[in-house]
């Protein structure tokens, strides 16, 4: 069973930035997709940024982002190191939460930031902004 770890999550304060990392312990033979899901207190699991990791995209952008996401925050990957990445800028209270990291399968673009599509979770990993 693969597994996901995440690493990078901190406290900080409204402005500054953070990177979060997520690291597959092997090839994710079964996904084609991976993506960061944030968890508020009190609030249901949403979907923050995706990416595909393979060619399989047939259309529409290879990256997914949130609302709230669009402008600040970045996601990115390396292949060959099983890895993604989660740029974090110009962070606010709002982006407080537990951030996840995730693999499954995205048929299409708009399913990067939906979570049903995925099947393989990490521990997940705290951010805490503060005003």
């Known amino acids: 069973q693969v597994e996901l770890v995440e690493s990078g999550g901190g406290s900080v304060q409204a402005g500054e930035s953070l990177r979060l990392s997520c690291k597959a312990s092997?090839?994710?033979?079964?996904?084609?997709?991976m993506g960061w899901f944030r968890q508020a207190p009190g609030k249901e699991r949403e979907g923050v940024a995706g990416?595909?990791?393979?060619?399989?995209?047939?259309?529409?952008?290879?990256?997914y982002y949130a609302d709230s996401a669009k402008g600040r925050f970045t996601i990115s990957r390396d292949n060959a190191k099983n890895t993604i990445d989660l740029h974090m800028n110009t962070l606010e209270p709002t982006d407080t939460g537990i951030y996840y990291c995730?693999?499954?399968?995205?048929?299409?673009?708009?399913?990067?930031?939906?979570?049903?599509?995925?099947?393989?979770w990490g521990q997940g990993t705290q951010v805490a902004v503060s005003s």
């Open positions: 995730a693999a499954g399968r995205c048929p299409f673009s708009l399913a990067l930031g939906d979570r049903t599509r995925y099947h393989i």
């Open positions: 092997s090839y994710l033979y079964t996904a084609n997709c």
């Open positions: 990416i595909f990791i393979d060619t399989s995209n047939t259309g529409g952008p290879n990256e």
